[in-house]
């Protein structure tokens, strides 16, 4: 008797959790992320070290972005994503006068989402793997200090993974909590002139690392 009773409630709590899964969700986020420029931000040590001035480097910026999912399985789904990426801004000042670092980076990616949701409680959670192309944009502007504004453009493969936690607020709309981890390296960001538009000390090309730890808010709507 208590067997079938016990059997009778995993059914049940198998059902509810079954019809709050929704067939499509659709995500808006954004959040704080963490960068690893190590080859812009020693760069700019050099330039600040040569010209007696102070540095600020680039290590952190913020995020937007939404993604959107349709159900394969009732704990996974698939979907394409966009983000952007604003990092913080690099600078060498000098005399009063500043050389500016600005970068950015759009990413256009496809992923995959494995999830659950807890019964009765109005919790879920979910992580997911997300793979595809990111699109960087840079400027370098010393004209402050006697150089010239330069702007360019470069592409790298882009990844991430990233474990979310949603609280249902009413039917269909929830907010959640997502943390995770960028891999996205642009090994040149090329000027109009065809050359890169910061070099290493070293003489050598510098990565602009977009490759960092993220944390922030997502909304989502089920349908």
């Known amino acids: ?21 929704a067939l ?11 960068l690893g420029m190590g080859d812009i931000n020693n760069a700019i040590d ?14 952190s910026g913020f995020y937007v972005g939404a993604d959107g999912t349709i159900s394969l399985l009732p704990f996974l789904s698939v979907g394409p994503r966009l983000e952007y990426l604003q990092a913080g801004e690099g600078k060498v000042t000098i005399g009063g006068n500043a050389a500016t670092i600005d970068a950015n980076l759009m990413m256009y990616e496809l992923g995959v989402r494995a999830g659950t949701s807890l019964p009765l409680t109005g919790l879920s959670v979910s992580a997911g793997l997300w793979g595809g192309y990111g699109m960087a944009s840079g400027k370098v502007d010393s004209s402050a200090v006697g150089g010239s504004a330069q702007t360019g453009t470069g592409g790298a493969f882009v990844g991430e993974l990233e474990a979310s936690a949603k ?9 959640g909590v997502d943390v995770g981890y960028r891999m996205a390296s642009v090994s040149t960001i090329n000027g109009s002139n065809g050359q890169d538009l910061i070099q290493t000390n070293s003489g050598s090309n510098a990565a602009w690392d977009f490759s ?12």
């Open 46 to 59: 050099g330039f600040a070290s040569a010209n007696s001035g102070s540095a600020t480097h680039i290590n």
């Open 167 to 175: 609280y249902k607020l009413v039917a269909g709309l929830s907010l």
């Open 212 to 223: 960092g730890l993220k944390a922030g808010l997502s909304l989502g709507w089920g349908f």
């Open 1 to 21: 008797m208590n067997v079938t009773r016990i059997a009778l409630l995993g059914l049940a709590l198998g059902l509810t959790a079954s019809s709050a899964h």
């Open 24 to 34: 499509i969700d659709v995500n808006a986020f954004g959040g704080y992320a963490t």
